[in-house]
């Protein structure tokens, strides 16, 4: 009778544990988006664009960490398609990173689910087409992470949000932007800038004395922007999922790929105040600006817009030294600052990786250490996974810069999980460039003109450095990130200037183990396209 009672206690205790975690499964949001062509005039002349849903900048994704996000892709154009989750870290599910290292492209009127979960991440980011050109005309929009209710927020309340996504365009067309590209010519500079699609009418209200959330990310392809609120000053809280310092900043510079959290108090007069945006390191400057309006006003803004600083080396050095970041391996647990020492770490390898713009078969391309990339037919990830010879070999791209000729080819380096890798990005152009790393955040630990050598070291900010998934690299300067490679799998390090990106100036990160475990690495998905010599698998 004893034992009876006893194991129904304990198949109770069991259905209540089962229950309990049933209930404690992270919430799941579905969204089903129908990718098209459309018209817009976004600079006044109507042009081919890229809708999801019939929207442009296609729908946000407003969702919480840990969320699991199901987006059912139907493709409705007449190429191949993917969407990348920019600085989505996607832990142990490379598969859904949507790049053609880790992807096969929906087939033209198709449809592909991606699924993935917002494992430990807070912050503003983006999504974006990551094939071809697509991303010149449209197809963009933001992905919101807010903290859970359980995770207090280190900085001030704040009566309400604003998405702004800015960036640069062109009237061309993406194939016409494509066409020019294979020619050999680059692309000149672009016709406009836009906030959220439009030129000059974009229009925030809120009410004076409020505190407002702004979340910006440049979603252009080329070029650095200058972001400022006439008569307002800039609070930055958060960058790229991580928590900064609150610095005050009249203006902020934000490149290529890049994403800031600012607050902003409305405590001026009730009128209209010009939002601008304005590019850098371009002659002439495009400008276009926005409305940040009071409740109530009747008044419009004042003339002359607020100027951009002057520029000098570096506003964002200012950020490596003075922006102090909750340091930990998860931002969305904030904890307190300095508790993950990443100086501490020892490196087992450094990469030395100099970008360069050089003519292959006549034509123009770009390199890194002498390679420019060409995605293969069959996706790198299916490749390795499932052993299939002749698609690329591990580090066939050195370590460091190399006299080499310049070549075609698929470069890609082999690490092992949780290794603590230094990366120096050389730019020998006389262009501001910008860096994006799939799968992970890095450190960026030090700044500098001219060419990179060990003896720089000493200059590392190796106590507070400030964590991002992308970063710039000053004209013929560089910049040296300190990266913990704990995420399995294939993992694109390119450039966000995407005509360069498109020309090749990109290659992959293979981290791996020998061992097969869920805990490491999920298997292959079962809705896994395939194509290329993966097509029999």
Partial sequence: MKQVIFLQVLLGILCCFSIFCANAEDPYRYYTWVVTYGTRAPLGVYQRVILINNQFPGPPIEAVTNDNIIVNVINQLDEPFL???????????????????TNCPIPPHSNWTYKFQLKDQIGTYMYYPSTSMHRAIGGFGAVNVNQRSVISIPYPAFAGDFTLLIG???????????KRLNSGLALSLPDGLLINGLHKSSVFTGQKGKTYRFRITNVGISTSINFRIQGHSLILVEVEGSHSLQEVYESIDIHPGQSITALVTLREAIKDYYIVASTRFTKPILTTTGILRYHGSHTPPSLPLPIAPTYHVHWSMKQARTIRLNLTANAARPNPQGTFHYGQINIVRRLVLANAKVKINGKLRYTVNGISYVDPTTPLKLADWFNIPGVFSLNNIKDLPTSRPPALGVSVFGLTLHDF?????????????????????????GYGGGKWTTALKKRYNLVDAISRHTVQVYPNSWTAVLVSLDNKGMWNLRSQIWSDRFLGKQTYLRVWNDEKSLYTETDIPPNALRCGKAIHF
């Fill in 83 to 101: 969407i990348t989750w920019h600085g989505i870290k996607q832990r142990k599910t490379s598969w859904q990173d949507g790049v053609l290292g």
């Fill in 168 to 178: 640069d365009w062109y009237k061309a067309g993406d194939k016409a932007l494509r």
């Fill in 421 to 445: 890798v230094e990366i120096v990005f050389q730019n020998t152009e006389p262009t501001i460039q910008s860096w994006h790393l799939d799968g992970s955040s890095f450190y960026v630990v």
